[in-house]
Structures are given as structure tokens and as C-alpha cells.
């Protein structure tokens, strides 16, 4: 049972407390999402999950975000993700100048991707990278 499913089911969705000694999202008041998107923000900026969980971004802003890994700041072994479902970070960054490809629109927009691989993951919004909207999941072994 991932983190989301197991605080759905005790009742504790909302509670700080709990996502916090899970090692989880912070408590953002965007219900399932582990990170929301500010104006050029992720919140939170840092999130630590076990290996074989799905962290879900969600856009609670009234602008268009990204989720784009950062190609050469994922581990070797590890897949490659962007929102749009792109397979690297050149395919992203273009689609996205060409069409506005991959964004998440306002209003709660979300992408999803689970990590298999322990490791640290760096990841940005291209169209406010410039702004430091810049986030990271660190990825524990399972036990």
C-alpha cells in the first residue's frame, strides 16, 4: 500500500502531523497530490519516498507548469519522466516550445510517476525554470 492509499484509509489525509512522520508530502490542503505547484513553485521543493512509490504533482495555480526530469540528475538505471510522457529531457524542452507540450493546466492538472530506482532525482517546469522553479525526490531502498 503506498503512502496516499494508506492515509485515505485511516483518515489522516489532512493531518500535517502524519504526512510528516510518514516521511512524506507536506500537508498542502490539495487532498492526494504529494506536490502542489504554486505561481513558480513546487511545494514541497524536496520529497523523500520509498522505491515502488508514485508521487503525484498537481497544478494548483492559475498558470501552465511542467514536471521535467533533468536528464543527467536521475540515476543511470532509472526511466526518464515528464509530464507528456516524454523519453528524454530534449523531447520535453521541444515539444513544449513547439506546442506547449506537456503542460499541466490550472486547476488541478495533474502527472503521476512512480520510482523504482533508489537514487536522487532533480526535476524543473520549463517555462519557469529561470525562476528556480526547480523541485527533487530522493528515493529510499524499499525494505
Same mark, same amino acid.
Given at each position: 500500500?503506498?503512502?496516499?492509499?494508506?492515509?485515505?484509509?485511516?483518515?489522516? @489525509?489532512? &493531518?500535517?502531523?502524519?504526512?510528516?512522520?510518514?516521511?512524506?508530502?507536506?500537508?498542502? /490542503? &490539495?487532498?492526494? &497530490?504529494? @506536490?502542489?505547484?504554486?505561481?513558480?513553485?513546487?511545494?514541497?521543493?524536496?520529497? !523523500?519516498?520509498?522505491? /515502488?512509490?508514485?508521487?503525484?504533482?498537481?497544478?494548483?495555480?492559475?498558470?501552465?507548469?511542467?514536471? !521535467?526530469?533533468?536528464?543527467?540528475?536521475?540515476?543511470? #538505471?532509472?526511466?526518464?519522466?515528464?509530464?507528456?510522457?516524454?523519453?528524454?529531457?530534449?523531447? #520535453?524542452?521541444?515539444?513544449?516550445?513547439?506546442? #506547449?507540450?506537456?503542460?499541466?493546466?490550472?486547476?488541478?492538472?495533474?502527472?503521476?510517476?512512480?520510482?523504482?530506482?533508489?537514487?536522487?532525482?532533480?526535476?524543473?517546469?520549463?517555462?519557469?525554470? &529561470?525562476?528556480?522553479?526547480?523541485?527533487?525526490?530522493?528515493?529510499?531502498?524499499?525494505?
Amino acid at each position: 500500500m503506498d503512502r496516499r492509499h494508506f492515509l485515505q484509509s485511516t483518515g489522516l @489525509v489532512g &493531518a500535517g502531523l502524519a504526512a510528516g512522520c510518514l516521511g512524506g508530502s507536506a500537508n498542502t /490542503g &490539495a487532498g492526494d &497530490a504529494d @506536490v502542489t505547484m504554486s505561481v513558480v513553485a513546487f511545494r514541497p521543493d524536496a520529497i !523523500t519516498v520509498t522505491a /515502488g512509490e508514485t508521487v503525484v504533482w498537481r497544478n494548483t495555480s492559475k498558470q501552465s507548469h511542467t514536471v !521535467t526530469a533533468y536528464e543527467d540528475r536521475i540515476p543511470d #538505471a532509472a526511466d526518464y519522466f515528464a509530464s507528456g510522457g516524454y523519453d528524454s529531457q530534449a523531447a #520535453a524542452e521541444s515539444a513544449w516550445r513547439e506546442s #506547449a507540450g506537456g503542460r499541466l493546466t490550472p486547476g488541478g492538472d495533474e502527472f503521476e510517476h512512480t520510482f523504482e530506482v533508489p537514487g536522487s532525482y532533480t526535476y524543473f517546469c520549463i517555462p519557469h525554470e &529561470a525562476r528556480g522553479m526547480i523541485g527533487s525526490v530522493e528515493v529510499e531502498p524499499a525494505d
